[in-house]
């Protein structure tokens, strides 16, 4: 079963990922710090001139869109996390915003329990400076430490086109 299929030479420097792939968008910025620009305004029109690689699972855009293009075909979330492993991108020490995409600079956990409003049983916070989020280190950290282990070990097949 083919997982995905890529068109063109991808560049994962600067990805657009379509309304239909959001979860990606933000797993892209939280696992790899990647620039995913993800919004459900975009429309098929303008991810069809994006100069970046288009990710999408919309057969009919992957069809007609001439620059690089990866059509993910799997519904299996850690095989899309795969995917993006086998194109090189390598997990960061320091994440992005997974709201935003903004720089995340670590604050005093007192900061982010004033503002989230209960306490946090993290001994590093993170303060989103472009949108003001708040991060910790909690659960979620380990599921998604799991989830990278998982992908790293996923056999995905992609076929690569013109």
Known sequence: M???VIKG???VG???VDSMLGWLARML???FGARAIYSPDLDDSELAEADCLVVTRDEELFKTRRGPTLLIKTDDHVKWVSIFLKL???PLEKSVCPHCGGELVEV???EAEKAVGHPIASAACWRCTSCGRYYWVGSH???LRQLLDEAAEAQVTCLHTG
């Open 29 to 31: 910025r939280i696992l």
């Open 14 to 16: 600067c990805i657009y």
């Open 141 to 143: 950290w380990r599921r």
């Open 88 to 90: 090189g991108l390598r």
């Open 9 to 11: 030479r991808p560049d």
């Open 108 to 110: 005093d956990c007192t």
């Open 2 to 4: 083919v997982d995905c």
